[in-house]
Each structure stands twice: as structure tokens, then as C-alpha cells.
């Protein structure tokens, strides 16, 4: 049996693999036993060296690179990572999840991009390794893991306080009898037979929970985990003089990693037609674009500034190639310490507000929330990084969609004919005056 440690490197069994670590020094010499795991992993790609890791840096750097290629790369190479499936990288892999974690906590913190894609890599990794056992084995591993993180048979919903704060699950994924999480099929018929007429109550129990949300519960419990111990690393980092200059080491090939990808995959190439991400030229401005700015004087001002005019100055400023590149990405991947964000954007967008008869804010300043949420930055009054993700980043919103909710905003001039969003029209504008090159137009929404 495969031990739990494969899937949750915080485990029993993964903390005992950490007790019996060597010296971190020896961290980056040549590993010859995580070698001869990885050429022997089946279907795993051995003719490109730099696809074979070599030692715990390497193979740390790769199970978090994994993470993001398979996110952002259309061409990502699932042979060039088998390895990171073969339970036999076991106790190499939860040395190089330990020493990810420590890299993350010591040099970025607990709310860096960092932190989130550590944990991220981790929910991620784990759904794919438990989707490539049989069934039953998925079943048992679950159930074991499980039945360690939660002590209790029954398990009051307030256990999980943490985890739905943090958006990693919600409230409406659980089945509560009051207020206990209903995970057993025992449970479940005890708590609901009476109550299912004429319906096979094992069937309504496979359908509302299942195997599904143990996994579900398991997977989000591990991710929670996983960013209190970066967060603790963190507060202890603090108190400490000096940290080992090994974990500095990987937490700067940690940030090229994410780095390259968004300058590879996301934005800011500026060759074979792709667009950087610049300072904004408001000539190169749509007509809609241009009224809203000289000021919403009659119905559609919120929707114009909230859902209309945020979206596209954010993405035209960030991430001008979103529709083509068709590659999600948050803002703070393209904005890391959300500088643009507090210095370009929410300025232009609060300018536009003022600009309103009335202004948005004087009689209705609440909507400064709803434009932080359509940066992604959930429902809260400031733009914080340990919110991202609590909403979507709003995309611009299509020429079609403009006409039909706020048609008053629509003028069409010439250049108007060939696009099919406000988006396309500033990146065609921007070609057309020499600012960038190529064809821009990709899938718009
Ligand atoms: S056609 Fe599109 S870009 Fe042109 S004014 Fe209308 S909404 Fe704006």
C-alpha cells in the first residue's frame, strides 16, 4: 500500500521522513537514489537532462514548476513530470514539499504569490495523484487520511472555521445535520432515511457527498495545512538571525519559476505579436471608453464604472493579451505587490467615479467594495493579497454585451467595425501608432 505521506506530506508518516533528513547542505549535491527514481519512472522523459532533477533543490523546483506549466503552458509536456506520479519519489518528494514550504515562509510569507502557489501546487498534486489510483485504493488512502485529520466521528461544522473563511471550501459543498458534517453513509441514512420518500436514500447519499467531498474535505484540510506550517515557518523566520542560505537559494528559483512563467506564457513578450503590458495611452482609447471618462451623467453609472470600465482599464493596463493568450491569471501574478493596482488603476477608476453626476461614491461610497471585488479581490473596503481569489478578476466586457446592457455608451467609429471589445480596439490602436506589433485579436468574451 502506498503510504499517506505520497499524498499528505504533513502526515505521521511525512513528519517522521523529516525527522530522519540529513543536513540541509547536502540538499544540492548530485542525489544519485532520486536519479535512478525518476529515469525509472514509466513513460517518463529522459531524452532532455533538464527534464531529470538531480537533487532536493531540483526536485522541489520542478514539483512546483509542474504546478505552473500545467496551468499556464499550452504545450505543457506531462512525460517531462511523471515522476512526481510514481509513488516510489515518495520520501524525496515530501522533503522537497518541506523544504518548498520553508523557502516560501522565510523569504516571501504567508500572503505572498509565492505561498498561494505553494499551496495551490499542493491541492492540485494531491487531486492528480488520487485520480490515477483504482477506486478502492483512492477509497482506502481517503479514508486513512481522513480519519487522521478528523479526530471526532462526528464533526461540528465550526471544525472547518478556518478553511471557509478562506474560500478553500464552502458552506454549501457540506451536508450538516444539525450542525454536524454528514461524511458516513451510516450517518447520512440515520440522519435523512425518514426524511427521502420514494428514492433510494444509498443513491441520494453517492450523489450529495460520496467519495467526492471526502476528497473534497481531505484536499482543502491538507491546503489549510499546508499555509498555517509556511505561515509558522514565517513568525519563527522572524525571531531568527539568519536564515540558511539554502532555503534563500530555493525561494529565489522559486520566484524565477513563477516570473518566467507569466513572462513566457501570460504577458509582456512584445514579439510574434504579443502585447506588454504598459503604461496606459488613453488616445489609443475606445469611444465608450473615452464617455465614460468625460463622466456618467445618466442611468448605467455603476454598471459603467463597476462592471464596464474597471475590468477593461485593469486588464488594458495588466494583461492586454487575456483574450488571446486565453490563459487565467490573477491580478497579482502581473502585479505582485499590487503597486499598479494602488497607484494607476484604483486612482483612474475612482477619477471616472467622480467624474459621474453624481459622483458614484458621494451617495453610494459602498461600491468602492464592488470594485475591489471585480479585481478579484473578494467583497472587502482595501486590496489585500490574502484576499485574491475570494472573486474573479472580471474580464472586459464584449462590444455585443456593451450595446445590450449599456447601449448609450456605444458610438462606433471606423475602427470599431474590425473588433469585437473595447479591448481589441486600444491593442489595435496601439499597433496601428507603432506601440506594439502583429495581429491582436483572440477569443473575446
Ligand atoms: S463598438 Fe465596441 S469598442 Fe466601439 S464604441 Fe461600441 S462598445 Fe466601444
Known amino acids: 500500500m502506498v503510504s499517506v505521506a505520497f499524498i499528505n506530506p504533513l502526515s505521521v508518516e511525512g513528519r517522521q521522513v523529516v525527522r530522519e533528513m540529513g543536513n540541509l547542505d547536502s540538499f544540492r549535491e548530485e542525489n544519485g537514489d532520486i536519479i535512478n527514481v525518476v ?19 531540483d526536485l522541489a523546483v520542478k514539483r512546483l514548476e509542474w504546478y505552473i506549466k500545467k496551468r499556464n503552458d499550452p504545450n505543457f509536456d506531462y512525460n517531462k513530470y511523471s515522476f512526481l506520479f510514481n509513488y516510489k519519489i515518495t520520501r524525496f518528494d515530501v522533503i522537497s514539499f518541506y523544504l518548498l514550504c520553508q523557502a516560501v515562509g522565510v523569504k516571501f510569507g504567508p500572503n505572498s504569490r509565492e505561498s498561494r502557489a505553494m499551496v495551490e ?28 485529520l478528523l479526530n471526532d466521528e462526528r464533526v461540528k461544522w465550526t471544525f472547518f472555521e478556518d478553511i471557509l473563511s478562506s474560500h478553500k471550501l464552502k458552506l454549501e459543498d457540506l451536508v450538516m445535520d444539525h450542525g454536524n458534517i ?28 460520496g467519495d467526492k467531498i471526502k476528497e473534497l474535505i481531505m484536499n482543502r484540510m491538507i491546503m489549510q495545512k499546508t499555509e498555517d506550517y509556511i505561515y509558522k515557518v514565517h ?7 539568519e536564515p540558511n542560505p539554502i532555503l534563500l537559494e530555493l525561494a529565489e528559483k522559486v520566484s524565477n519559476v513563477l516570473s518566467e512563467s507569466f513572462t513566457s506564457y501570460g504577458y509582456k513578450v512584445g514579439v510574434n505579436g504579443e502585447v506588454k503590458a504598459a503604461p496606459l495611452n488613453s488616445n489609443a482609447f475606445p469611444p465608450c471608453v473615452k464617455l465614460v471618462l468625460e463622466g456618467m451623467k445618466s442611468g448605467g453609472r455603476n454598471d459603467a464604472i463597476i462592471l464596464f470600465f474597471t475590468p477593461f482599464v485593469s486588464y488594458a493596463r495588466l494583461y492586454p493579451d487575456v483574450f488571446r493568450k486565453n490563459v487565467t491569471v490573477k491580478v497579482s501574478d502581473v502585479d505582485p505587490n499590487l503597486s499598479v493596482v494602488q497607484n494607476e488603476i484604483l486612482p483612474l477608476v475612482y477619477g471616472a467615479a467622480e467624474q459621474c453626476t453624481p459622483p458614484l461614491f458621494e451617495d453610494q ?37 456593451v450595446k445590450l446592457h449599456l447601449p448609450s455608451l456605444c458610438k462606433p467609429d471606423k475602427t470599431c467595425k474590425r473588433i469585437g471589445n473595447p479591448l481589441s480596439y486600444y491593442i489595435r490602436k496601439l499597433w496601428e501608432s507603432g506601440e506594439t506589433n502583429g495581429d491582436h485579436e483572440g477569443n473575446e468574451e
Open 39 to 57: 529515469i525509472h519512472t514509466r513513460s517518463q522523459d529522459i531524452s532532455d537532462e533538464e527534464s531529470i532533477p538531480h537533487n532536493y533543490l
Open 121 to 148: 501546487s499542493q491541492g492540485k498534486l494531491m487531486e492528480s495523484r488520487l485520480s490515477e489510483f483504482s477506486r478502492i485504493d483512492r477509497e482506502e488512502l481517503i479514508k486513512k487520511i481522513l480519519d487522521s
Open 182 to 209: 454528514i461524511l458516513n453513509k451510516e450517518d447520512f441514512i440515520e440522519s435523512f432515511s425518514s426524511k427521502i420518500q420514494h428514492r433510494d436514500p444509498d443513491k441520494i447519499y453517492n450523489m450529495m457527498i
Open 235 to 241: 513568525q519563527k523566520s522572524r525571531r531568527e538571525i
Open 365 to 401: 461610497p459602498q461600491e468602492k467594495v464592488n470594485i475591489n471585488a471585480k479585481l478579484g479581490f473578494g467583497m472587502h473596503t482595501t486590496v489585500d493579497l490574502k484576499h485574491e481569489g475570494e472573486s474573479i478578476w472580471y474580464t472586459p466586457m464584449s462590444c455585443e454585451k
